[in-house]
């Protein structure tokens, strides 16, 4: 978990120039403030089919999931089949950009909730020696719809 939380964090810089976090003492407290910051946050791998492999408390809550559940599901199913296409756009435009903070779309929870986010920033995850390592997702603003 320190190793991934890490990434997040050093990736999130990368491309944004911002820090997800002000400063962290060590690597305990990082793991827990991303947990339990008011903000989502959610990852997934590199997969043909990508598999969620990190969210934070407030995102479990938002999609309620729990732990188990959330990172085992592909990362494709937090989306209405009908906006599918839509979420393949932005992942293709991440891809080719690093990040992008602009993305608004709909989301649907385990119990069938949607909800609405607004300017997430959506970035690409790259591991120490600068390989691809999935990509995350920052979430700040949302309403149910």
């Excluded at 909730?113 to 390989?131: H, Y």
Aim: charged share 25%; proline share 3%.
């Amino acid at each position: 978990m320190i190793r991934h939380v890490r990434i997040l964090c050093s990736s999130y810089h990368h491309w944004t120039g911002r820090d997800l976090l002000d400063s962290v003492a060590d690597n305990v407290d990082i793991i827990k403030r991303l947990d339990e910051a008011p903000f989502a946050l959610v990852s997934h791998g590199t997969e043909p089919d990508p598999i969620f492999n990190y969210a934070n408390r407030t995102a479990l809550r938002l999609f309620e999931m729990n732990w188990a559940d959330f990172t085992s599901m592909p990362s494709r199913l937090s989306a209405e089949p009908l906006v599918q296409e839509e979420r393949d756009r932005l992942l293709a435009r991440v891809n080719s950009h690093g990040y992008i903070d602009d993305y608004t779309g709909i989301r649907i929870s385990s119990t069938g909730k949607r909800f609405m986010i607004r300017n997430a920033t959506v970035w690409n995850l790259l591991d120490e020696s600068g390989q691809a390592y999935g990509q995350a997702a920052l979430l700040h603003d949302w309403q149910e719809v």
